[in-house]
C-alpha cells in the first residue's frame, strides 16, 4: 500500500461530536500507514487531550491572549485570514470553516480535496462576521457553493444532512455515518439510576424548551445535562435554575470528561435528547453503553435505527412524556431496551466507518481532478 499525505481539517478539537470523527479518522489513517497531521483551524480553550494523544495537531490559529476566553475569542476571528499552505496528496474538511479555510489558501489544489459536512449551510465556528452574514439566505448559499463546489468528494453525516445539502444548493453528497473509536465493553444490566441525561453543547437549541416542558409534566423525574459550555450557555441555565423545584431536580456538568461521561450512561435510566440533530453522536456514545435512548424521529441517527425502535416527532412532545414515564416506571424494561438497541448500532461501529473512508481516501488520488 502507498504511503499518502493526508491533512484533516477540524475547526476546533474541543469535545464534540464532529471533532471526535475527526480526531478519530486521523487516528486510523495514520496507524494504517498513511502520513496524517490534524489541522484545527483554532486552539480551544479545552482541547481535547484525552482523545489528542498520539495525534500530530496543528493551529492555524494559535495566539495567546491574557486569559483563555480572549485568546479562542481571537482566534476564532484570525484563523479568517489565515492561510492552510499544503502538499498533502488528500485533504479532509470537516464542515464549512475548514472548506473556507483550505479553499481560501489553495488556489490550485495540488492534492484531491474530501468535505465531510455535518451541518449543511451552516457556518458552525461562531464568534466572528461569518455569524451574521449567514444569516442571509442568499449569502450562506453563495458561500456554501463556493467553498464546495470544486471538492472531489462531498461525505455528510445522514441522509437527513444529504437532503438538506441538495434542497440548499442543489449538491450531492455520499453519506457515511460517524462512528466511534469502539464500543464499550463492558455492559452493566441492574441497576439503572432513574435520572435522565441529556447530552449536547449547552447553549440554545429546542431540546432544551422540550425537556424543561417534559420535567414539569413528571414531577417525580431527575434530569443531567451534561456538555461542552457555549456563549449562550447561561441562558439555559437561567431556564431550569429559575424555579425551586426544578433546580433540585436538574444537575448541569459543564465540560465532562470522558470518564465522566462513561460513568453517566452507564448508571442513567436513559439518554433523552428530545431536539433534531443532523446524526446525534451523544445518542450513539449512549447506545454503546446499553444505555436506552430517546430523540426525535428527524435525528439522522434514527436512519440507521431500523423500524423496530419507534421514536417521536420533535412536536410530539406528549409522546416524549410518555416514553419518559415507561421507562421511569420500569428499570428492566429500560434495560432491555437498551441493550436491544445497541446490538442495532454495533453494525455501525468504527469498523463500518473507517473502511469506507479508508476505501475513499486510497481510491481518490487515482481520479482526475474535478475541473
Known amino acids: 500500500m502507498k504511503c499518502i499525505n493526508i491533512h484533516v481539517i477540524t475547526p476546533s478539537v474541543s469535545p464534540g461530536g464532529l471533532q471526535r470523527v475527526a480526531i478519530e479518522e486521523a ?3 495514520q496507524r494504517i500507514g498513511h502520513n496524517v497531521k490534524l489541522i484545527s483551524l483554532i486552539r480551544p480553550v479545552d482541547p481535547w487531550n ?25 482566534n476564532r476571528n484570525l484563523f ?12 479532509i474538511c470537516h464542515n464549512l470553516p475548514s472548506c473556507y479555510a483550505v479553499m481560501r489558501g489553495i488556489k490550485i489544489p495540488s492534492g484531491r480535496i474530501i468535505a465531510y459536512i455535518h451541518d449543511p449551510i451552516h457556518f458552525t465556528l461562531t464568534g466572528n462576521i461569518f455569524q451574521a452574514l449567514f444569516r442571509s439566505a442568499s449569502l450562506k448559499k453563495m458561500f456554501a457553493m463556493r467553498w464546495l463546489q470544486h471538492v472531489d468528494v462531498i461525505l455528510v453525516n445522514s441522509r437527513r444532512s444529504q437532503r438538506m445539502l441538495q434542497k440548499e444548493i442543489g449538491l450531492n453528497g455520499r453519506v457515511l455515518y460517524p462512528t466511534l473509536g469502539s464500543f464499550a465493553n463492558k455492559v452493566p444490566t441492574l441497576p439503572r439510576d432513574k435520572f435522565f441525561l ?34 449562550s450557555a447561561k441562558s439555559t441555565v437561567k ?34 435528547y428530545p431536539g ?43 409522546s416524549f412524556v410518555k416514553l419518559v414515564l415507561q ?28 473502511e469506507n473512508l479508508r476505501e475513499i481516501v486510497e481510491q481518490i488520488p487515482r481520479q482526475t481532478p474535478t475541473k
Open 27 to 29: 487516528r486510523f489513517l
Open 50 to 74: 484525552e482523545l489528542l494523544q498520539g495525534i500530530s495537531v496543528e493551529y492555524l490559529a494559535d495566539f495567546r491572549g491574557p486569559t483563555r476566553f480572549i485568546s479562542e475569542m481571537l
Open 80 to 91: 479568517l485570514v489565515k492561510k492552510i499552505t499544503t502538499d498533502a496528496d488528500v485533504i
Open 198 to 231: 441529556s447530552v449536547g453543547r449547552i447553549g440554545l437549541h429546542p431540546t432544551y424548551k422540550i425537556l424543561l416542558y417534559i420535567l414539569k409534566r413528571i414531577p417525580e423525574m431527575e434530569l443531567v445535562i451534561a456538555g461542552s459550555w457555549s456563549h
Open 239 to 272: 431556564m431550569f435554575s429559575s424555579d425551586l423545584d426544578l433546580n433540585r431536580r436538574v444537575k448541569l456538568i459543564a465540560n465532562p470528561t470522558d470518564e465522566e461521561l462513561a460513568r453517566l450512561y452507564r448508571r442513567a435510566r436513559a439518554f433523552l
Open 276 to 318: 433534531v440533530e443532523n446524526f446525534n453522536m451523544s445518542a450513539l456514545e449512549a447506545s454503546s453503553h446499553g444505555c436506552p435512548i430517546v430523540v426525535s424521529r428527524e435525528s439522522g441517527i434514527c436512519e440507521i435505527l431500523g423500524e423496530s425502535v419507534v421514536m417521536p416527532g420533535q412536536d410530539d412532545v406528549e
Open 327 to 354: 421507562l421511569l416506571k420500569d428499570e428492566r424494561h429500560a434495560v432491555t431496551e437498551g441493550l436491544r438497541v445497541r446490538e442495532i448500532l454495533k453494525s455501525y461501529e468504527s469498523s463500518y466507518h473507517m
